[in-house]
């Protein structure tokens, strides 16, 4: 069975996720510190991180993981619900979240998700669209979508956190880059390129929502 890294520093949650993940039949590896977590990441098939720990942060922890290249999933245990700190985690490699206090069924139940989508990582289906990581390709109904390198960026980013508002700065550091020149507005011209090609439409759309004030959603459904 995977091996379950748990990184908090409170004993209560290590003693209750420890017990509910081997009910499950999982190995459990702990740890109550940023250097312990270090050590053991290589070990872990999925990491469950806390936020906030004692001389470094989870976001940190997985933002280490990443730049090691290790590809294992991500699930960020947090008190901050807001959004914009969502969004900051995912783009150093977090690839989900549970909000405290949680329910340790609902933290099973992430992990049970994870490894599931870990298997399946370069490729993902919503709907009729399917997206090819590593083909760069992305066909619906069937048929190959003709988008452009940012376009497919774009769908890949959006598709990906389906039901994730994205403020249109920060899908301009995902996808075009922190150090891009342009404006918000070369989001929002991509965004109607993207529709078209998908058969979309901002009144009426299948695929990608406008969020007033905010930017773009992709449906969940």
Do not use: C
């Amino acid at each position: 069975m995977p091996n379950i890294l748990i990184v908090d520093d409170d004993p209560a949650i290590l003693e209750i996720l420890r017990a509910y993940l081997k009910a499950e039949g999982h190995t459990v590896l702990e740890a109550s510190d940023g250097p312990a977590a270090q050590r053991l990441l290589p070990q872990a098939d999925v990491a469950v991180l806390d936020w906030m720990l004692p001389g470094v942060s989870g976001v940190d922890l997985a933002r280490e993981a990443r730049a090691a290249g290790l590809t294992l999933p991500i699930l960020m245990l947090t008190a901050r619900g807001e959004e914009e700190d969502k969004l900051h985690g995912l783009d150093f490699g977090v690839d989900d979240y549970v909000v405290k206090p949680f329910s340790p069924r609902e933290v099973v139940a992430r992990i049970r998700a994870l490894l599931r989508r870990a298997g399946v990582q370069d490729e993902f289906r919503i709907g009729d669209l399917r997206v090819d990581l590593r083909g760069h390709q992305a066909t619906l109904l069937g048929q190959p979508l003709d988008l452009s390198k940012l376009e497919f960026k774009l769908l890949s980013a959006l598709a990906q956190h389906a039901g994730m508002a994205w403020p249109r700065a920060r899908l301009l550091e995902r996808v075009w880059g922190l150090d891009f020149p342009g404006t918000e507005r070369v989001v929002d011209v991509h965004i109607t390129n993207l529709r078209k090609k998908l058969g979309d439409t901002s009144d009426t759309p299948r695929y990608i929502e406008t969020v007033r004030g905010v930017g773009y959603r992709f449906r969940e459904d």
